[in-house]
């Protein structure tokens, strides 16, 4: 049995008075996805627990199979896997985005989607004026960078429980003020903000759009229960997000590599498509991640929703779907992790449609994948971690 999962993050959203009154799913011509509905089911998850963030750090841990009330630590500890940070049991890592705040309004939670190189300089501004043997700024990708800190078992940690910080995703087109990091280790995070604020005013960088970083989704490592041996499946991933390839290396999946996957609306979708069809060859269950559909809508853009929900079905559903069924038993499944509304710009909790379809599952009267054709389905997964079992071992 091969099985495929394609998540067009963040893709679940509401009617559109631009889109004549229809979700960016119903509005999208989207046929792939539309008939594995038809030939299939479809149904709702809820991947996001009240009680924590409505992030991709929750939801996607939770779509994977793993209560993230049990297993999540933070969002910053699955990117520093990604980049091969080994955490000691005393230490943490903060996610560090480079961001545009003007007149104490976020502006730009990706600092204009910032080059690589700018990026690089920065964390290394940064390093050279706050770093030292227990705190390190390390560059990742664009505006997405870490901050680690080294603990000691004799001295106490810099965060806690009661450390309560928001993503600047989430602050789009907002005052930033009433959302700075409070509880422990708040004054620690906040000066290093400010510092920056001071060293980026001060850089003759061509095109620097950063006005200082951002701190946030603090944690130490998890420790998760390897994917393998917990499902009896061999998983792989292909995203262009650390968020997910940390994870995915945390699971002991197979990361798949594929140039041209950025992350935006500019992705290779063709690529991602083309290295999902051969990486069927060598894993059970390979997970294709798109981020560009929540991008779309931190950025506002119905067009762009919708314009990249067509790729994704076009290129990856379809050629996956294709080899899928070429192979003999499948199953695939579609399905975002969180709603993030065009409206506010923001991940959202609630419910989020899916698709299923092949081997052992028996239609229903879907015809088309969108949120109203789910909501009229028998399948409700209030707790979303509850779908992967479901999907790989059990019957429709």
């Not at 940070?85 to 890592?93: F, S």
């Not at 935006?264 to 560009?292: C, F, M, N, S």
Request: proline letters at 7%.
């Amino acid at each position: 049995m091969k099985y495929a999962l394609i998540i067009p993050d963040g893709v679940a959203d509401e009617p559109q008075d631009s889109l004549g009154g229809r979700t960016p799913l119903q509005a999208a011509r989207i046929p792939h996805m539309d008939s594995i509905a038809k030939s299939g089911a479809t149904g709702r998850a809820d991947n996001t627990p009240p009680s924590m963030p409505s992030g991709s750090d929750v939801a996607t841990m939770s779509l994977f199979g793993y209560n993230p009330l049990e297993f999540h630590t933070g969002r910053a500890p699955l990117e520093a896997a990604a980049q091969g940070i080994k955490l000691g049991p005393h230490d943490w890592a903060v996610r560090c985005n480079l961001v545009t705040i003007h007149d104490g309004i976020m502006v730009s939670f990706t600092a204009e989607q910032i080059s690589n190189d700018l990026g690089v300089q920065l964390m290394a501004v940064m390093n050279d004026a706050c770093g030292n043997d227990r705190w390190e700024f390390i560059p990742g990708v664009s505006y997405r960078n870490l901050l680690i800190y080294r603990g000691r078992p004799d001295e106490p940690a810099p965060f806690g429980a009661d450390t309560h910080t928001i993503p600047p995703h989430d602050l789009t087109d907002g005052p930033v003020e009433p959302a700075l990091p409070r509880g422990t280790g708040n004054e620690l995070m906040r000066s290093f903000m400010d510092r920056s604020q001071d060293l980026f005013s001060h850089q003759n960088l061509a095109g620097l759009a950063a006005t200082q970083i951002w701190l946030w989704g603090q944690g130490q490592a998890p420790a998760l229960t390897p994917f393998l041996p917990r499902f009896g499946v061999q998983g792989g991933m292909i995203t262009a997000v650390d968020l997910l390839r940390g994870l995915a290396r945390l699971l002991g999946w197979k990361v798949f590599d594929v140039p041209g996957a950025t992350g935006y609306l500019d992705t290779d979708y063709a690529a991602k498509g083309r290295y999902a069809v051969q990486a069927l060859d060598d894993v059970d269950l390979i997970v294709v991640h798109v981020e560009a559909t929540d991008e779309a809508s931190h950025e506002g853009n119905s067009a762009a929703k919708v314009a990249a929900l067509e790729q994704i079905d076009q290129h990856i559903v379809g050629p996956v779907l294709e080899k899928l069924k070429s192979q003999g038993d499948y199953r695939i499944l579609i399905s975002p992790d969180h709603p993030t509304f065009l409206r506010t710009k923001t991940h959202s909790y609630g419910f989020v449609p899916f698709a299923i379809c092949g081997t052992g599952v028996s239609a229903d009267a879907s015809a088309t994948y969108d949120e109203v054709s789910a909501a009229q389905s028998q399948w409700a997964y209030p707790a979303g971690w509850d779908l992967m079992g479901r999907f790989l071992k059990g019957s429709w």
